[in-house]
């Protein structure tokens, strides 16, 4: 039902500050939980931030808890994650995941639950 876009990763330096995009192809967002998730070689994908609808849950995971960000825009659709002081294992791939829920769904946290994904994004940090 949605087409998800995934932009915004690049190489930069440990502290740096990026902010991906999850752009939504000709449809919003609104009916629609969001979260990002990150996978390497060496670990499995796991969760990073999530948003429910009308945004009355946001969930981080722990390591990234304070230092990044998410976010919708006013159209809702597109969701951001903004990554700030960012450190050498947040290097992944991102990856942005919709799915339908009702509106006073939680955040899932379990990656069966998303029925929609982009193709993901490269963040790489340095040092």
């Known amino acids: 039902q949605v087409q998800l876009v995934e932009s915004g990763g690049k190489l930069v330096q440990a502290g740096d500050s990026l902010r991906l995009s999850c752009a939504a192809s000709?449809?919003?967002?609104?009916?629609?939980?969001v979260a990002w998730y990150r996978q390497t070689r060496e670990k499995d994908r796991e969760f990073v931030a999530g948003i429910t609808r009308h945004d009355t849950n946001i969930e981080y995971a722990d390591s990234v808890r304070g230092r990044f960000t998410i976010s919708r825009d006013n159209a809702e659709k597109t969701v951001y994650l903004q990554l700030n002081n960012l450190k050498s294992e947040d290097s992944a791939t991102y990856y942005c995941?919709?799915?339908?829920?009702?509106?006073?769904?939680?955040?899932?946290?379990?990656?069966?639950?998303?029925?929609?994904w982009g193709q993901g994004t490269q963040v790489t940090v340095s040092s």
């Open positions: 000709g449809r919003s967002l609104r009916d629609y939980q």
């Open positions: 995941a919709a799915r339908r829920t009702a509106f006073f769904a939680s955040v899932a946290l379990t990656p069966e639950t998303y029925h929609y």
